[in-house]
């Protein structure tokens, strides 16, 4: 069974730092993997995707994550972070059913 | 395009009153699907369909039914709600499954007296 872990339900950083939101998965082929955010009062939107291919995907909003195997892993990462950014970032895996698998969810709080 | 929208907003309830909650699409999508998401819970799948008069159960179906008559519909009720119903409810669809981007309604809050 596909699952995904998010170890971060809070994440706090200060505009301008730099940020890193962890995720690891459990698959047992080739994932298809995606980053969602949701902000406050609103429906998820997509950020990024991965299929396959470059293992550095660039999303929408100045987001990158990186795919590695090898970890597990596909980490969400922005190099400088706007107080526009402060909302739940969700982990998802598909690809095993018609269900895709979502992480319980990282907040993030941005201080000024 | 407006993409995936819900109805209504907001809703408060009695215990034991019904209702149902309305899902369209527009972008002609064989899957959709219905979460519910609670503070800590993230999102949890209660029923879902991969075409038009076909459901499936989730997660946490108790309490729930759906039904897809049209391919653009997906209907969510409870017949007799209960004050554990009070959450958010999702709506989502996409194209491909799994393996495929979900798009995403603005949600339905709903509360259960």
């Known amino acids: 069974a596909q699952s995904v872990t998010q170890p971060d339900i809070h994440i706090t950083v200060s505009e301008g730092a730099s940020l890193e939101l962890r995720c690891n998965y459990s698959?047992?082929?080739?994932?298809?993997l995606f980053w969602y955010v949701q902000s406050p009062g609103q429906g998820l939107q997509l950020l990024l995707k991965y299929f396959s291919g470059d293992t550095l995907v660039q999303g929408i909003k100045g987001f990158e994550a990186e795919f590695k195997r090898s970890q597990s892993s596909f980490n969400l990462r922005k190099p400088s972070v706007h107080w526009s950014d402060a909302a739940e970032y969700f982990c998802?895996?598909?690809?095993?059913?018609?269900?895709?698998?979502f992480g319980r969810g990282t907040s993030l709080i941005v201080h000024p | 395009n407006a993409g995936v929208t819900q109805t209504p907003k907001f809703r408060v309830l009695k215990t034991g009153q019904s209702m149902t909650l309305l899902c369209a699409q527009d972008?002609?999508?064989?899957?959709m699907y219905w979460y519910r998401q609670d503070p800590g819970m993230g999102l949890r799948l209660i029923h879902y369909?991969?075409?038009?008069?076909?459901?499936a159960k989730g997660e946490v179906p108790d309490g729930y039914n759906v039904s897809r008559l049209k391919k653009q519909n997906f209907l969510l009720g409870l017949e007799s709600a209960a004050p554990s119903q009070t959450s958010v409810y999702f709506c989502a669809s996409n194209a491909l499954a799994s393996t495929d981007t979900q798009y995403f309604g603005p949600g339905t809050r709903l509360t259960v007296l």
């Open positions: 998802a895996v598909g690809g095993g059913s018609y269900i895709p698998t």
């Open positions: 698959y047992g082929a080739t994932p298809y």
């Open positions: 972008m002609n999508h064989e899957y």
């Open positions: 369909s991969v075409g038009e008069g076909t459901t």
